[in-house]
């Protein structure tokens, strides 16, 4: 059962999933909110081992009764509310779903006994990192409301790792780029907006930064996580190089073959994290490699976004011009 699966990361992982294990089925289990789109998953309607269900994960009998439907053995959630600007807005929905929909499932992992349940956390539980790098056995030190969603989550899930045994491996990802990632993130943000030759809006001074990893890099290490980490542990998950958002941005416009112009300072993000850095030696010894190099994924990423205009354009409509507004328009 992967929950959040017709958002951006899951979405990938449940077509890596399909194609790689023949012999697995898998049910996603998606509320369907702003970020969650049924295009994402629309090659797979009618295929025999896939199934959709519309749910939330907050509502403890919604998740029981697909659990008993679909006989599930494993949870891996991807559900979350995940941008760290609505979170700075309104925080309400990250509690509920991030922290609240996580025990839930946990739960029911209990109740049912099921064999493993994998938690898609972040690098941003550690907090800002100016000098150095993370490693798992660092503190968790959240600044977002965001972050302190995905921390109170990961604490729930050791807690029932400790308390009652369950069978959990977390994750901590860095920041994913590819195919299917909403527009709102800034990667997405900026190659669609430079396509359309609107303003790149660049927060502060734009030397902040981020370990950008091509989604697909991230899906093969949740999965070698699945099957080979260990019961109780979390792995750091990211390819361990930074780059800073102006070399990002500019990238992004060469590649385009737009003009340096369009990028646009504004004002930043309050308690905005300057730098994230993880040490991935963990999940290295289980024998994950990166693939792709930060240049090699925003590549293909840029390429996908040329290619697939009728995927972003409705989504830049509606709620988004609304959310865009409130959040672009003063700064
Ligand atoms: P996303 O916002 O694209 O998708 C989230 C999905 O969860 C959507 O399909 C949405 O409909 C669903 N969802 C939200 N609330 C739900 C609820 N209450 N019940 C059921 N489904 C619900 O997110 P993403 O970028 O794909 O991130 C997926 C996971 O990976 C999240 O847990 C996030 O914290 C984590 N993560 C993301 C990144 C990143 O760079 N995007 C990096 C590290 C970790
Ligand atoms: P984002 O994609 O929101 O991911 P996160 O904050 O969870 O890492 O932002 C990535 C970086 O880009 C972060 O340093 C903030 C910056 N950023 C901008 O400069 N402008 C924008 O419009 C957005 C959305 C982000």
Redesign the pocket.
């Known amino acids: 059962m992967v ?9 990938n992982f449940v077509h890596y999933l399909l194609e790689k294990y023949p012999d697995y089925r898998v049910l996603v ?9 049924l295009a994402n998953l629309a090659d797979l309607a009618g295929h025999p081992r896939y199934h959709f269900v519309r ?4 509502d403890a009998e919604a998740v029981r009764a697909a659990i008993r439907q679909y006989d599930i053995d494993t949870i891996v ?7 760290v600007d609505r979170s700075i807005m309104d925080a309400d ?1 990250f509690i ?3 922290i609240y ?1 996580t025990y839930v499932l946990l739960e029911a992992v209990k109740e049912f006994r099921l064999e493993r349940f994998h938690q ?5 539980v550690y907090g800002e990192v100016l000098e150095g790098s993370s490693v798992e056995t660092d503190p968790l030190r959240p600044r977002s409301p ?1 972050a302190a969603s ?1 921390a109170g989550a990961e604490h729930l899930v050791q807690a029932y790792f400790v308390t009652y045994g369950l069978p959990v491996t977390i994750t ?6 590819g195919p299917y ?2 527009p709102e ?1 800034v990667v997405p943000l900026f190659i669609t907006n430079a396509i359309d030759d609107l303003p790149l809006p660049l927060y502060g001074d734009g030397t902040q930064q981020r370990d950008y990893q091509y989604v697909l890099d ?1 899906c093969e290490g949740i999965d070698i996580v699945l099957h080979h980490g260990k019961p109780g542990e979390a792995y750091n998950l990211g390819t361990g190089v930074e780059t800073r958002n102006i070399d990002m941005a500019r990238l992004i416009l060469r590649l385009l073959g737009k003009p340096e112009s369009l990028i646009q300072f504004v004002k930043d993000r309050p308690g905005h994290d300057r730098r994230y850095s993880i040490n991935c030696d963990k999940i290295k010894a289980l024998g994950w490699r990166s693939r792709h190099t930060f240049e090699e994924a925003l590549e293909k990423t840029v390429r996908w976004y040329v290619e697939h205009e009728e995927w972003w354009r409705p989504l830049k409509s509606g709620e988004y011009k609304e959310y865009y507004r409130r959040q672009y328009l003063q700064r």
């Not at 929950?3 to 979405?11: H, L, M, N, P, R």
């Open positions: 929950t959040g699966g017709a958002g951006f990361i899951g979405s289990f998606d509320k369907l909110t702003y970020a969650g789109n749910g939330d994960i907050c959630n991807f559900a979350a509310e995940t941008h929905a509920r779903t991030d929909g898609v956390s972040t690098d941003e965001y995905k901590r990802g860095s920041n994913n780029i990632q909403y993130k991230h």
